[in-house]
């Protein structure tokens, strides 16, 4: 009942997109004050901005979605963001030359840096899901799917790894 007040069926085509450039407007509003607080978060606490982003900033636009009982939505929010994160990724790569901080492994020693361990690990915890959702349920152990478990140890190991002060 809660959707159809929000989102009634009989508004015209002008409205929804008005309606979306507001709520889009909103969102960007929110989005960098959230980045802000976020910031702030990292450097106070010395929990370092990598872990902060993939802990807080990168679980922000899924949830309402599955609130909402919207799986497939939430499913290819999950995708679209991952294919956005590609678009931008070079982007960063030429602002972080510019502003004199490249985005690289540090000398010849690997010793990972935390924007390329943030970068891999959505690469494997997408990896992980696409093969996961293709190849359907192969076991399960106490309800919970192999591929589900595989994706939080990754998840759990990954931000293990990042660096407290990055």
């Not at 929990?47 to 679980?59: E, K, P, Q, T």
């Not at 190849?135 to 399960?140: I, L, Q, T, V």
Request: proline share 8%; with cysteine; net charge positive.
């Amino acid at each position: 009942m809660f959707p159809r007040l929000l989102f009634p069926a009989d508004l015209p085509t002008w409205a929804l997109l008005l309606d979306l450039a507001l709520e889009a407007v909103i969102v960007i509003q929110s989005g960098a004050r959230l980045t802000r607080l976020a910031d702030r978060l990292a450097e106070e606490y010395r929990l370092g901005r990598a872990r902060v982003g993939m802990l807080l900033l990168a679980n922000v636009p899924s949830p309402p979605p599955v609130r909402m009982g919207q799986i497939d939505l939430a499913i290819g929010n999950i995708f679209s963001i991952k294919m956005f994160d590609a678009f931008v990724l070079p982007v960063c790569k030429v602002a972080s030359l510019i502003c004199g901080h490249p985005l690289r492994m540090a000398g010849l020693a690997f010793h990972p840096d935390p924007n390329l361990l943030a970068g891999l690990l959505p690469i494997v915890l997408t990896v992980l899901a696409i093969g996961g959702l293709t190849a359907g349920p192969r076991g399960r152990i106490l309800g919970v799917g192999l591929d589900s478990m595989a994706i939080a140890f990754f998840y759990l190991a990954g931000m293990t790894l990042l660096p407290a002060g990055a």
